[in-house]
């Protein structure tokens, strides 16, 4: 399997919001900017036809309508599907006729979208041997928000998505040989989101495991970096793991 880190950063960070591309087909989180992100790490968009949303928050999907313009601008017909919680569909088509006024219906029809949203996804099988489970996490006042572990053979990778430490942390990690968690602060001061002394304590719980850090702060990137924690990588954008 291969991962590649499009976006490492939180609100705010000089890299771009959290967004990791697998196997060059399926996108988990699509925010702000991330398809021109992606064509400058040359990755072709278009080849995307899985979209994994995680939650809600502007910063996690706002780039869909640029996303479904792409499909629109260059005829393709071949299905893409986007999962997402409750909702995802409207909000979607919402912010498509704010950016694009009353071009929603006409581009929609005109290529092969579907939003499926869901409560829980079990082993849900997304493409050739890649299965997906729906993990509910803790986003604070964000709910649902959901982590997700994607299956291939026995090399299981794990997300966060946005959450603070709980329990869905735990079974990610103890489920994945490489998770991929939120860390924002340095310092464990939030309600929605985890921390460097958080990473650190499941990194040193579970030291068979490899943890890679996205959603950071640019000061949380570089307190990270300068704790050469064996088995943490904290990444830049466009950083490709190898699993």
């Known amino acids: 399997m291969e991962i590649r880190l499009v976006g490492t950063g939180s609100i705010g960070a000089v890299q771009s919001s959290a967004s990791t591309l697998v196997n060059k087909k399926i996108l988990i989180d699509m925010p702000n900017g991330i398809v021109k992100r992606l064509k400058q790490f040359g990755e072709n968009v278009l080849n995307i036809d899985i979209v994994l949303i995680t939650h809600l928050h502007g910063d996690h999907y706002f780039d869909i309508p640029f996303f479904i313009l792409e499909k629109y601008f260059y005829k393709i017909k071949e299905k893409t599907t986007i999962y997402g919680p409750k909702d995802t569909a409207r909000k979607v088509k919402k912010l498509f006729e704010l950016a694009f006024p009353g071009e929603y219906k006409k581009v929609m029809e005109n290529i092969n979208i579907e939003f499926k949203e869901f409560k829980n996804l079990e082993n849900q099988k997304l493409k050739d041997n890649i299965y997906v489970e729906s993990v509910l996490v803790d ?62 304590r499941i990194c040193d719980k579970y030291k068979e495991k490899t943890i890679i850090t996205t959603h950071m702060q640019d000061y949380t990137r570089n307190e990270a970096k300068n704790k050469n924690i064996k088995n943490l990588i904290v990444p830049d954008d466009g950083q490709i793991i190898n699993i």
């Open 139 to 200: 986003h604070g006042k964000c709910k649902p928000a959901y982590g997700y572990l994607l299956k291939e053979n026995s090399r299981n990778v794990g997300f966060s998505g946005d959450s603070k430490m709980c329990e869905a942390i735990d079974y990610i990690v103890q489920n994945s040989i490489v998770s991929v968690l939120d860390m924002s602060f340095a310092e464990n001061i939030n309600h929605a989101h985890m921390g460097l002394h958080e990473i650190e």
